[in-house]
């Protein structure tokens, strides 16, 4: 179907809305949970089809021409109408049940997200929970996984969903250790996704070296051991009894901690009300994940 014929769908009108909010693409798709790359050429899609601009691109951001802020005013009226025909049928609809596959990493599961499943639990009884964990991507597209909890900078485009947080990273390591003369304790080759903090880690003599670790989880299990000293997540090395952090977050280290499903499931009930449960309670952890408020 040309741009032309096309019928304006409501991801459309959101994207209008998010760009007119935020000013910017990058920060539209972001708040969309797409890639910039998308979002442009959508709304290219998008005037293409109606036959006239609705952004007026200046060095300051986008900002709408009068066929923009009608497009944005309507997607507030629709999203209006939405949330009170939610309100209204709420308690109509059958509670959410079934099987709901989330892959993640272990150390993600361990330092973070149990706690977060366990209310989840509490709340939906109805849904069974189907954990993987691991350091391999999961294809979601061949449905094996429904959601992925994630640190990536660069998600599949085929997926959808959002950046919850930016994952801090610090110097972690057991009381008394001292930063000059410690020994180390570096990713193996199954971490070998952290190729920034491998490339940081490079100038380390090799003598000084104690193991190499496979997952995030060994990793901060020799550290508290008092193998040697290492970069972890701050998630974890600020929640773990007797780790020290020995230096402040480090800047070039931080990944970006992505919520993701397929399209085709993201408006399924038992995905949706876990994607928002997460969303949710990741939201009010990220001092820890980004570093800035260590737990007690």
Not at 114 to 143: E, K, Q, Y
Not at 177 to 195: D, F
Not at 213 to 226: Q, Y
Request: hydrophobic share 45%.
């Amino acid at each position: 179907m040309s741009d032309s014929t096309r019928a304006m769908a409501w991801d459309d009108v959101r994207l209008i809305d998010a760009i007119a909010r935020e000013g910017s693409l990058p920060a539209a798709a972001a708040r969309l949970g797409i890639h910039h790359s998308t979002a442009f050429r959508r709304l290219g899609q998008i005037e293409a089809m109606l036959g006239c601009p609705l952004f007026e691109r200046r060095r300051a951001g986008y900002v709408p021409t009068q066929a923009g802020e009608e497009m944005a005013a309507l997607a507030k009226r629709v999203d209006e109408d939405i949330t009170a025909v939610t309100r209204r049928l709420a308690g109509q609809v059958p509670s959410p049940a079934g099987e709901v596959r989330l892959a993640t990493s272990d150390s993600l599961l361990a330092d973070l997200l149990l706690p977060m499943l366990v209310r989840f639990r509490a709340a939906h009884p109805a849904i069974r929970l189907d954990v993987i964990t691991g350091n391999t991507a999961l294809n979601l597209s061949r449905r094996d996984a429904d959601v992925a909890l994630r640190a990536s900078d660069a998600p599949p485009e085929t997926l959808v969903g959002r950046r919850v947080a930016r994952i801090a990273w610090a110097l972690y390591g057991t009381a008394g250790l001292a930063v000059e003369t410690a020994a180390w304790v570096l990713p193996g080759e199954g971490l070998r996704s952290l190729k920034t903090l491998r490339r940081h880690q490079a100038r380390i003599a090799p003598e000084r070296i104690a193991g190499r670790f496979d997952s995030v989880l060994a990793l901060s299990g020799a550290i508290r051991a008092g193998l040697g000293i290492g970069h972890l997540p701050c998630f974890v090395g600020d929640t773990q009894p007797g780790l020290v952090r020995l230096s402040p977050p480090v800047a070039e280290l931080a990944g970006t901690l992505w919520l993701l499903t397929h399209p085709d499931l993201r408006q399924t009930p038992r995905i949706r009300v876990l994607l928002d449960h997460l969303a949710e309670e990741i939201t009010l952890c990220r001092p820890l994940v980004e570093g800035t408020s260590p737990a007690a």
